[in-house]
């Protein structure tokens, strides 16, 4: 059982590069989400989506774009990568209500 | 403001001793609970969880919690620590209404000492 994957885990990027964080669950999970780490801060969600075609903002969204075109996936996409942006990123998913949450391995982003 | 609090960024603890993890949170309503644990470099992992009902919820690996709501409290205990418990421990906090969202604490890191 794959659970939830991301792909990639590791990724340096320049000030200003775009790239696409891509999440896919297997579990037929209406919920998904995205979350960064940072130390000392626990998990901070960016965007989360209810259902397929639906997408809504989190706690700092700011830079941040997302789709979810399919149920199984969930994408989350930086226009203009900033130094700030340099962080773990975590996916998730889960049933409505009281579902625990399902983590990816993360995504370990860097920008320079 | 909605939050969760974990007072302690490190908890050592001798292996074989009891060991307590501290949340406290500030949520409206009746909120559900949850302990997630992080190893190295991977996800987190769902512990336990409360929803309603009895107050100590028992989850994975020998770990039980909690709840005291006249505290706002969902403290994290086990009664015989092991080294492979060493890990980062987050507590979350679902309101009731929110639906989706969860918030975390910073988290709290577990050192067991053989």
């Known amino acids: 059982n794959a659970g939830v994957t991301q792909t990639p885990k590791f990724r340096v990027l320049k000030t200003g590069q775009s790239m696409t964080l891509l999440c896919a669950q297997d579990m037929n999970h209406e919920y998904m989400y995205w979350y960064r780490q940072d130390p000392g801060m626990g998990l901070r969600l960016i965007h989360y989506?209810?259902?397929?075609?639906?997408?809504a903002k989190g706690e700092v969204p700011d830079g941040y774009n997302v789709s979810r075109l399919k149920k199984q996936n969930f994408l989350l996409g930086l226009e203009s990568a900033a130094p700030s942006q340099t962080s773990v990123y975590f996916c998730?998913?889960?049933?409505?209500?009281?579902?625990?949450?399902?983590f990816g391995q993360g995504t370990r982003l860097t920008v320079v | 403001a909605q939050s969760v609090a974990q007072p302690e960024d490190q908890v050592n603890v001798a292996e074989g001793n009891p060991l307590t993890v501290k949340c406290t949170y500030s949520?409206?309503?009746?909120?559900?609970l949850f302990w997630y644990v992080q190893y190295p470099n991977r996800g987190l992992q769902f512990l336990l969880k409360?929803?309603?009902?009895?107050?100590l919820v028992k989850g994975s690996y020998g770990f039980e919690a909690e709840f005291n709501k006249s505290q706002t409290s969902f403290h994290l205990k086990k009664p015989s620590a092991l080294v492979s418990d060493s890990a980062l421990y987050f507590c979350?906090?679902?309101?009731?209404?929110?639906?989706?969202?969860?918030?975390f604490g910073a988290g709290t890191r577990l050192f067991v000492k053989a």
């Open positions: 409360y929803i309603t009902g009895d107050n």
């Open positions: 949520v409206s309503g009746n909120p559900y």
């Open positions: 979350a906090v679902r309101p009731y209404t929110g639906g989706f969202k969860t918030i």
């Open positions: 998730a998913s889960s049933y409505p209500g009281t579902g625990d949450a399902f």
């Open positions: 989506s209810v259902g397929e075609g639906t997408t």
